[in-house]
């Protein structure tokens, strides 16, 4: 099975997308992540039943007790740790998820979409497709094959913020046939 990683070279220097064995970090991540979520919900969820609970909708023309005040004093003290819960869960997954443990791609690479991208503008020399090949290959990784739109738009976005980019290489080729990817599917 071939490795589902992509490397991009460009006239100023080598792209390289890492291969997807991190991908139970991030795995991992995204489930601490929607747990947080998920409890902080839950949280919201309960609070609102029992403020709801605690304020039935009266009809018109009936007056509030003095018993309402403390229920509605009640209801602003858990609504208040509601909101402290809240941040703490937000900046412990804000610390989990700058730690260089739980770092979706090594350092100096970007992320985007499942994939970790390597951006070495201007320090690389120049490079034909074939040494940009074997490049890749040496970091268990591959010329990039563009899958989808979004992947297209993210690597023609990098392309705008390094302008020395005049170009770049891929893994589409007409060594074999003509408008194949490197791993043998038919162009876009």
């Known amino acids: ?54 304020f039935p909708v009266a ?26 819960d809240l941040r703490t869960m937000s900046l412990l997954l ?11 791609c090594p350092e100096k690479w970007l992320w985007s979409w499942g994939s970790c991208y390597f951006f070495s503008v201007g ?19 591959s010329l990039a094959v563009i899958g989808d739109h979004r992947e297209m738009e993210f690597i023609q976005g990098k392309m705008r913020v390094y302008q020395q980019m005049e170009f770049l290489w891929v893994g589409l080729t007409d060594s074999l046939k003509e408008g194949h990817w490197i791993g043998g599917a038919v162009e876009h």
């Open 59 to 84: 009809a018109p023309g009936l007056e509030q007790t003095a018993g309402d005040d403390g229920k509605a004093t009640e209801a602003m003290e858990l609504m208040s740790q509601c909101q402290a």
């Open 123 to 141: 320090l690389e020399d120049d490079r034909k497709w074939d040494e940009s090949m074997e490049f890749c290959e040496e970091y268990n990784a």
């Open 94 to 104: 804000l610390n989990i998820s700058q730690d260089a443990r739980c770092q979706l």
């Open 1 to 54: 099975m071939e490795p589902l990683s992509a490397c991009l070279e460009n006239n100023d220097g080598i792209h390289v997308q890492a291969g997807r064995d991190d991908t139970h970090r991030f795995r991992l991540l995204r489930r601490v992540a929607i747990l947080l979520l998920c409890l902080v919900l839950a949280e919201g969820l309960l609070l609102a039943l029992a403020v709801s609970s605690m």
